[in-house]
């Protein structure tokens, strides 16, 4: 297993974003989800997940209601709404600029200045 | 970010709180069982298992908070907790929270019940379909606005293409033979075009044909719905039904809606005008009522351009009645109400500086209270509170204060606006319509709102921006800062508001003060008068008119305890009455030389029974029949201005009526007397020229001038007035009639007096609050300064300042506020009153008296709240305000 990284400052909500686009998820599937596809690379602050989580929703990103989970508990399960794709489909696309950016800049080398 | 479902999110925090919480709180337990049982799975112990799922997860009520910040929970929480420290901090000084919530419940009180007038008056759109494209057209003659000649009329109607339909009404009284005793109710003759002109439907039956309005129409009628309901048991099947009205059998055709009164004058009988052709061709009577509703997009001085055009062309078709004449169009709510409208801004005026007063003392209160709590508010910054919570903090106490005061007001509205409906002038429109409804609670929400932050944003301001560490520092004041020459100047502001109120006071004071004793020009005490209409068929012939009234006046002078009665056809204070241009004998005929005189018919004996004083000449007697000398008697007035400087006995004036030989031969009256002026339009009116005929000699077509109707006067020995005996006289002579507006002469007066006396008494009533509110701004300023000076007044003491320097020097403090107030206010108050010199009577706006008497009575006031200060402060114990420190 690589060592974990650190969160970056304000990708939480990316990822939550991203997570649950891929389906209804609870608190604790967005956790799982999100260390699933990072391959556990990632280490998530629980504590920060669930403000993080009602941030979206008094934006209007992500929605929520009560359903039963797998462990047959209620749960309440968020899901994307329309403004949350949006959102979701610019803050990729503004990620992907950055992170080209950030590369380009890093890969400098000396004889290229 | 949506808009709405941020809202959401408030909402849910504001009404959902504990939804909420539970939500989170069975979402995180959700999170921590299933982090447990996964843990479990893993081949944890439960104990262990349990303690690393809290560990992972940290701390709960962290991030519960955390949750309901970003839910704007703490935003809503924050306020609530901010009233309800406000509400605590109230609670423990309940003095300071008494007066601040009855002085507010004053200024809010008086505005809501205002407002509630100023609404039901003039805010309020006429009850017609769109009132602002109706307008109300006059003929312009002289410097007046007679009505229009039905000639004029009909040509206006069919030339001007500004207009989509044009009306004409006059009124009319009518005698409704519907129960034991007959009725006389307010009518109008209106032409069929009439309802449709104010786009207003019956709510039974139908308007008029323009068939019924043609002469020799059988008569038909519409009613009020009020008439419909009280006289006639508001039966439907009254509809195509004939009654008998006036002696004339009538067919209603349908009810308008109790909304319906287009002129606010209270009808209750419509009738077709149904013009006769002498009265199409007559341009020399001007009588009518015209209203016009405009086109769409046309304005109201294309209007009156049109009209212009056509005023001149009539004026060229008709030399004699038309020369000089031209037209007016006004719109129709400004003609109705725009009388009220000075009156009534004054008050909202009146009552706005109070309010200005009452936030100025409380605001001066709070900062008086601020100074001793600075210690509680720099604390709670040191604790880590941030200046705009602590502004918040305060202003929300202060919107608690506001709110309680509204609340208070509203109930004190609810009082005053029944008094005014009680006491007010019958004669302002709508006035009985003012109540405390929807939109006046929301005004009232909005000035308590609205003073809450004009008195409580300036000390909590000051609050959240003062410097901790001073504060803390500082010992029991001693210096006076700038917030004390911010409240010096609150005070100043008081004062001079309560000057304007009170110069404006003052003056109406003074003007009803001239009215009282304004002469009447004749004797006023034991004169009951009552009207007497004679309509219908039966008294169509004026001679059975004339001799109808001359048996009424014999029954009614041979009454015991009555010492003369006579009729008039308007007694002084009946208002209206017609008016003739006299042309004196020797005057060629120009319509601009014509004097407008009031014509006054009258049986013999009324000069007498009146007691008018006859100037010079002879009194009527019964001889002067129409086979006689015409003859006429005329006031001081009129003698005044047809012959200045001469004797006008014998002297002649040709009016009312034309010769065999044409409209311009003359018919001569000869002048026998003259008589001192009667203020017959109230007693605070100008004398207008009149002229008296003996009925015996009134022209036959004056029978219908004065619509058959006129005024008993009847003067009696003193005692009761014989109300119940004219009664029954009028009942025996003249069936099916009834004698109405019966009272006294002197209660006539006082009703003429009732408005401006009610104006007088309201902004005396808010100058009084004005004046009681500043001079206690000016104690409570003062009394606070001598606390705070305790120790350097203890100093001057010990160092030998005797106890008359110590009172001047506070007296002088406080007088300089005082004079400085007092030298804006009358700035300010040469200004306001200014605008309302119309209302003032024999006192001119700049009275000099007034402004004396008003300045003397504040300075004394203020001196009286400078006094009780300045005395404590030479009670101060050197010793004991040493030992402060």
New interface residues.
């Given amino acids: 297993m690589d060592k974990q990284l650190d969160l970056l400052q304000g990708t939480l909500d990316m990822l939550i974003l991203k997570a649950v686009s891929l389906g209804p998820l609870h608190g604790y599937g967005v956790l799982l989800r999100i260390q699933q596809i990072s391959r556990d690379r990632l280490e998530i602050q629980q504590g920060s997940l669930y403000p993080a989580l009602y941030r979206l929703e008094h934006q209007g990103w992500i929605a929520s209601e009560w359903g039963e989970s797998e462990n047959k508990r209620k749960a309440k399960y968020y899901r994307l709404t329309t403004a949350g794709k949006r959102r979701l489909l610019a803050e990729t696309e503004n990620w992907n600029r950055m992170a080209d950016v950030i590369a380009g800049i890093l890969g400098t080398k000396r004889e290229e200045v | ?2 808009l ?3 809202a959401r ?1 408030w909402v849910h925090a504001l009404f959902q709180r504990s939804r909420m919480e539970r ?2 709180d ?3 337990r ?2 921590m ?3 447990t ?1 996964e843990l479990l799975r893993q081949g944890l112990p439960h104990e262990e298992a349990l303690r690393r799922a809290r560990v ?4 709960i009520e ?2 519960k908070q ?2 309901r ?4 929970v703490n935003i809503v929480d924050e306020l609530l907790q901010d009233v309800r420290y406000g509400q605590r901090v109230l609670r423990k000084s309940p003095g300071f929270a008494i007066v601040a919530v009855l002085t507010l419940a004053l200024g809010i009180g008086a505005n809501t019940a205002i407002f509630s007038v100023v609404n039901a008056v003039l805010l309020r759109p006429l009850a017609v379909e769109n009132p602002a494209r109706l307008t109300y057209i006059q003929e312009k003659w002289q410097d007046m606005f007679p009505g229009f000649s039905v000639g004029n009329f009909t040509d206006v109607r069919r030339q001007s293409s500004s207009f989509a339909e044009v009306c004409a009404s006059h009124n009319g009284g009518f005698n409704l033979e519907t129960k034991d005793v007959p009725e006389r109710v307010d009518g109008e003759y209106v032409t069929a075009n009439y309802f449709a002109t104010f786009g207003v439907q019956p709510i039974a039956g139908r308007v008029f044909t323009s068939d019924e309005d043609q002469s020799g129409h059988s008569r038909v009628a519409l009613v009020s719905e009020k008439l419909w309901r009280t006289r006639l048991r508001g039966d439907s099947s009254i509809i195509n039904r004939q009654i008998r009205i006036s002696g004339v059998p009538t067919t209603i055709v349908g009810v308008m809606p109790k909304s319906f009164d287009p002129l606010l004058s209270d009808t209750d009988l419509w009738i077709p005008a149904a013009f006769s052709p002498a009265e199409l061709a007559d341009y020399d009577n001007h009588y009518l009522t015209v209203m016009g509703r405009l086109k769409p997009g046309v304005t109201l001085a294309q209007a009156q351009s049109e009209l212009n055009v056509i005023g001149e062309r009539l004026a060229v078709e008709h030399p004699i009645d038309d020369k000089d004449r031209s037209f007016r169009v006004q719109s129709l709510t400004t003609a109705l109400l725009g009388d009220q409208r000075l009156s009534l801004r004054m008050m909202l005026a009146a009552v706005g500086f109070l309010l200005l007063i009452v936030s100025a003392n409380i605001a001066n209160l709070q900062l008086a209270r601020a100074r001793t709590r600075e210690k509680e508010i720099a604390v709670r910054a040191a604790l880590g509170a941030t200046p705009s919570r602590i502004v918040r903090q305060l202003l929300a106490e202060n919107v608690v204060l506001g709110l309680a005061g509204g609340a208070v007001g509203v109930l004190f509205a609810y009082w005053a606006v029944a008094w005014i409906v009680a006491h007010g002038p019958a004669e302002m429109p709508r006035l009985d319509q003012s109540r405390i409804d929807a939109t006046t609670l929301i005004f009232a929400v909005g000035v308590a709102l609205f003073s809450s932050f004009m008195f409580g944003l300036a000390p909590a301001m000051r609050s959240g921006s003062a410097k901790l560490n001073e504060i803390l520092k500082s010992a029991a004041g001693t210096g006076a800062g700038t917030r004390d020459r911010f409240r010096s100047f609150l005070v100043v502001a008081e004062v001079a508001l309560a000057l304007v109120l009170m110069a404006c006071a003052g003056l109406l004071i003074r003007s009803a003060l001239f009215v009282s004793h304004v002469d009447p020009g004749f004797d006023t005490s034991n004169v009951v008068v009552g009207r007497v209409g004679l309509a219908g068929p039966d008294y169509h012939d004026p001679l059975v008119g004339r001799q109808t009234f001359e048996r009424i006046v014999a029954a009614a002078a041979a009454l015991p305890g009555v010492e003369s009665a006579a009729v008039v056809s308007r007694a002084p204070m009946a208002g209206l009455g017609s008016s003739n241009g006299l042309l004196a004998e020797g005057v060629p005929f120009d319509p601009s030389k014509l004097i407008d005189a009031r014509l006054q018919i009258v049986s013999p004996s009324y000069l007498s029974t009146a007691r008018l004083q006859l100037k010079i000449g002879r009194d009527f007697t019964a001889q002067d029949t129409r086979d006689r000398t015409l003859v006429t008697i005329i006031n001081e007035t009129l003698a005044r201005a047809m012959w200045p400087g001469q004797n006008p006995i014998g002297k002649r004036f040709a009016c009312c009526e034309s010769g065999p030989k044409g409209r311009l031969d003359p018919v001569w009256h000869e002048v026998v007397g003259v008589v001192g002026d009667v203020r017959a339009w109230g007693l605070d009116h100008d004398v207008k020229p009149e002229f008296y005929v003996p009925f015996a000699q009134m022209p036959p077509t004056a029978w219908d001038w004065i619509g058959r109707t006129m005024d008993l006067e009847v003067r009696s020995r003193g005692g009761a007035a014989p109300v119940r005996d004219l009664q029954s006289i009028v009942a025996s002579i003249a069936p099916a009639v009834p004698i109405y507006h019966l009272s006294t002469m002197q209660a006539k007066i006082s009703g003429t007096l009732e408005r401006s006396h009610f104006d007088t008494y309201l902004l005396a009533l808010f100058a009084g609050s004005a004046l009681l509110l500043s001079s206690i701004g000016i104690y409570g300023v003062l009394s606070y300064m001598v606390a705070q000076r305790t120790r350097d007044i203890g100093i001057r003491i010990a160092l030998g300042a005797s106890s008359t320097r110590i009172v001047s020097d506070v007296l002088s403090f406080g007088m300089s506020l005082a004079g400085i107030g007092l030298v804006l206010g009358v700035a300010g108050a040469l200004v306001a009153t200014r605008l309302f010199a119309s209302m003032l009577y024999g006192v001119r706006s700049t009275d000099v008296i007034t402004f004396l008497a008003v300045s003397f009575i504040l300075l004394a006031v203020a001196f009286l709240a400078s006094f009780f200060p300045a005395r404590r402060a030479t009670r101060v114990d050197p010793i004991v305000a040493l030992r402060y420190e």
């Fill in positions: 970010m949506t709405w479902s941020r999110s939500d989170m069975a979402e995180l959700f999170h069982e299933t982090m049982e992972e997860f940290g701390g962290r991030v955390e949750g910040e970003v839910r704007g």
